[in-house]
């Protein structure tokens, strides 16, 4: 079994690794832990725009940096609709924009 400390060991890590890994690149879909181009990032996260209906909250779980939260608001003005970020105690903002 695994301690409390051993697990914040392995969460330090795991997110230092990832962090390096995602800002190798300058595309920000790359540092959002997407490999490929962007218009297959656009291909398969846009299907997440056109399931929203009404304005309201977003919730980007593991948003890494806020890139789709930024591209759902993006994509949802062209519906004339909007969302804000949604907060749930003890988050953090994913800085979308």
Known sequence: MINNLQLQDWFDSLHKELETAYLQHT?????????????RWVSCRKPIADCIEANGAFLDI????????????????????????????????????
Do not use: I
């Open 62 to 97: 593991g948003c890494a940096n806020g890139y789709l939260l930024e591209c759902v608001m993006n994509w949802l003005k062209e519906k004339n609709l909007s969302v804000t970020e949604a907060q749930r105690k003890n988050s953090f903002s994913c800085g979308g924009k």
């Open 27 to 39: 595309e920000p879909w790359k540092q959002s832990g997407f490999s490929g181009p962007e218009d």
